[in-house]
C-alpha cells in the first residue's frame, strides 16, 4: 500500500522559513518522479514543483521560482520541499504526491501523479 506522510508544516512569519518532509513506504521511491502540490482555501489544487527519481532534474511553478527547493533522499525514501521567503499567500494544505510512471520524468508535467499524501497545512501570517 502506497503511504505518503508529510510533516513539516507550521505557523511561520512572513519572510521566514520551513522546510516539508513527506516519507514514502509501499513503492520502490527510488524509481519514481514526485512532486509537491498545495491548496489554498476555497481554491483549487496548485502544482508546486517536481523532481526526477534520480534527482537530478527539477521543475517549478512560477509562483514558488527562486523561493523553494525540491530535494529527495532515495536511501531514506523521503522527499523535501525547503520553503524561504514565505508570503501570505503560500498559505495552503501541502502535499506531496507520486508520479504514475516509474523512472518517467517531464519537466512539463503538472498534475502527473496517482497517490497523494493527507498534507500538512502551512500558515505565514504575523
Known amino acids: 500500500e502506497v503511504q505518503l506522510v508529510e510533516s513539516g508544516g507550521g505557523l511561520v512569519q512572513p519572510g521566514g522559513s520551513l522546510r516539508l518532509s513527506c516519507a514514502a513506504s509501499?513503492?520502490?521511491?527510488?524509481?519514481?518522479?514526485m512532486n509537491w502540490v498545495r491548496q489554498a482555501p476555497g481554491k483549487g489544487f496548485e502544482w508546486l514543483s517536481s523532481i526526477n527519481s534520480g534527482a537530478g532534474s527539477t521543475s517549478y511553478a512560477d509562483s514558488v521560482k527562486g523561493r523553494f527547493t525540491i530535494s529527495r533522499d532515495n536511501a531514506k525514501n523521503t522527499l523535501y520541499l525547503q520553503m524561504k521567503s514565505l508570503k501570505p499567500e503560500d498559505t495552503a494544505m501541502y502535499y506531496c504526491a507520486k508520479g504514475r510512471r516509474p523512472d518517467y520524468y517531464s519537466k512539463y508535467a503538472r498534475f502527473d501523479y496517482d497517490y497523494r499524501g493527507q498534507g500538512t497545512q502551512v500558515t505565514v501570517s504575523s
Open positions: 509501499g513503492f520502490t521511491f527510488r524509481n519514481y518522479a
